[in-house]
């Protein structure tokens, strides 16, 4: 079954996320802030991060994504973002962030799992 | 380039308006000026003819001439000249004019009795005009010129008492003194200079009084907008605080409610699937603040080429499931795609827009009613109508709706929960592609027991 790493510094959507996607039968490892995440990231080689942007952290989700995609490691990214496109709160035009999809928090379980199982086909 | 803008002035549109403006007024007040010439020159040659020589005629004419050829070249070059305050710009190019103009009238007034001439007068109007648009110090120069010019005149004129020199008058139109009178003439270079001086220092003042008041307001306004930014960033600082527990208690309940934790009970289901519903209008108030606040942070809109009806059919099948659950039909009529081809704004913000109105018909709907979108073309302008049957606007509350947090007084008794925010990001949305929006109720499709609302939305069709 897919290993699936999580990272985001909220440790409720932690657990909402893990809970749902155990209960479709996913692995799930999980890191809380961006240095963990790159690190379980090298070690498990998930099939699929989910990230949140973490604006809070110095070096936030998308500079872990960017530092991913320098490294060549192409695993699909779906980034969680507490704020919508619409809104263009971090989405300068032009900026490339380098994942596969988005996501506006909150997101529903079955928004979830259709997203996960889009990446991973 | 001689520097003769002021500092403050530099990145002040405004400013620069202004002079280009005043530029443009001068060059055609000077072909009026021109015209006039011309009559006088006409009039006195034929109606005066014995007190005018040929010579002046001639010379006149050179002087007329001469004007009409200048103003036809600072003309042509009036919209090429920049706004660079470092280099030649339009506030030199009124400086030239003002030159050019003060040599015209200068020979003028020679050929034409020299300081007895009346022409003379227009020496002072041209002082006035130049002391409310150049700084001092060039004013003051000029004036200094213009002065030791009309001391030139006035020496001529004491030569030409004794036939040194040969004197221009139009005598038979003015009465000159026939003896030499240095005492008049030194009278006249008095009061004239201290005329001179006296109309620039006043006008100067007042035109500097003017500067200085505008760059206060320019300033209290940048003040404004630096605070406005600094306020909108802090909403959206905390919106977004406000927005991050809220979100992990939306997923929470999801996962309570959709027995990820195991089964609940009717009953606390009930509560839950209210209590998501509380939720869900508390996000979504949030993102309308946050979308306000963006707005009103953004510089710009893009500007891209649109499809209406895409634009309409993506936003109907976002609301599609919602207007399903109360029966609601939501139809739009069919226009011609072409005639809308031209159609440029922001995709994301004015769908949005769309959405909000579609999504306010679907919620103030009742069941089993209808929301009727059309789109028309009138000149250069679309209009989009959103119309529906729902409870409507009181009339007297209408033109409140746009304000942030307003909600009718019928809606809020009728217990339709909401925030009130999504109709002033439509408003904002609108207003930031240069439309309008209008509100009508009861709508066309209204009647007596559900009056109905109906949105127009008047868009350029080039934004």
């Known amino acids: ?121 | 380039m001689f520097r003769i803008v002021p500092e403050w002035a530099y990145n002040y549109q405004g400013f620069w308006d202004a002079v280009k403006f005043r530029n443009i007024w001068f060059i055609k007040l000077r072909y009026f000026a021109v015209f006039l010439l011309f009559c006088f020159l006409t009039i006195i040659s034929y109606y005066f003819s014995n007190s005018i020589s040929s010579y002046q005629k001639s010379f006149i004419l050179k002087i007329i001439l001469a004007i009409l050829f200048y103003n036809v070249i600072l003309h042509y070059f009036s919209d090429k000249i920049k706004s660079k305050p470092k280099r030649f710009n339009c506030l030199h190019y009124s400086l030239l004019q003002m030159v050019l103009d003060l040599a015209a009238l200068l020979s003028l007034v020679y050929i034409t009795g020299g300081i007895e001439s009346p022409f003379y007068l227009f020496f002072i109007f041209h002082m006035i005009i130049g002391s409310l648009i150049l700084p001092g110090r060039v004013v003051y120069l000029l004036a200094l010129g213009v002065i030791s010019g009309y001391s030139l005149m006035a020496f001529l004129q004491f030569l030409q008492f004794f036939n040194f020199i040969e004197s221009h008058l139009i005598s038979e139109l003015i009465q000159y003194s026939k003896t030499p009178n240095i005492l008049y003439i030194s009278y006249e270079l008095i009061i004239f200079s201290f005329m001179i001086i006296t109309s620039v220092f006043l006008a100067n003042h007042i035109a500097h009084n003017l500067y200085k008041r505008e760059m206060e307001l320019k300033h209290a306004l940048d003040l404004i907008k630096e605070n406005e930014i600094a306020k909108q960033k802090y909403i959206m600082g905390l919106v977004h605080e406000i927005k991050t527990p809220i979100s992990a208690v939306r997923t929470m309940l999801d996962l309570i409610i959709e027995n990820f934790l195991g089964p609940v009970s009717d009953e606390v289901g009930k509560k839950l699937l209210q209590s998501r519903k509380r939720t869900n209008e508390t996000i979504s108030l949030i993102n309308n603040v946050l979308r306000i606040s963006k707005l009103k942070l953004l510089e710009d809109v893009s500007k891209e080429n649109l499809f209406l009806k895409e634009l309409i059919d993506n936003v109907i099948e976002i609301i599609g499931p919602e207007a399903s659950e109360k029966n609601i039909k939501i139809s739009l009529i069919e226009f011609d795609e072409k005639e809308f081809s031209e159609l440029t704004g922001d995709k994301i913000l004015l769908e949005l827009a769309i959405s909000n109105l579609v999504n306010n018909a679907v919620k103030y709907g009742n069941d089993n009613g209808r929301v009727i979108i059309d789109a028309s073309r009138n000149g250069d302008f679309i209009n989009l109508n959103v119309a529906d049957d729902g409870v409507g606007i009181p009339g007297d509350e209408i033109h409140n709706i746009f304000n942030q947090f307003y909600r009718a007084s019928n809606i809020k008794k009728k217990n339709k929960e909401g925030a009130g925010m999504g109709l002033s990001v439509v408003s904002e949305i609108i207003k930031r592609h240069g439309g309008e929006i209008k509100v009508v109720s009861p709508s066309k499709i209204g009647n007596t027991d559900s009056p109905g609302t109906q949105f127009t939305v008047i868009l350029p069709i080039h934004f």
């Open chain 1, 1 to 121: 079954m897919s290993l699936i790493a999580i990272i985001d510094d909220d440790p409720d959507i932690i657990e909402a996320t893990s809970l749902v996607l155990n209960a479709k039968g996913y692995e799930v490892v999980t890191a809380n802030n961006p240095v963990d995440g790159y690190t379980i990231i090298k070690e498990k080689k998930p099939d699929l991060i989910i990230l949140d942007v973490m604006m809070d952290e110095p070096d936030d989700g998308f500079f872990l994504a960017q530092k991913l995609r320098r490294e060549k490691i192409d695993i699909p990214i779906l980034m969680y973002t507490s704020v919508s496109k619409a809104v263009g709160f971090e989405f300068g035009e032009g900026e490339l962030v380098p994942v596969n999809d988005f996501v506006e928090k909150p997101i529903s379980p079955e928004q979830l799992v259709q997203k996960v199982e889009n990446l991973l086909i």
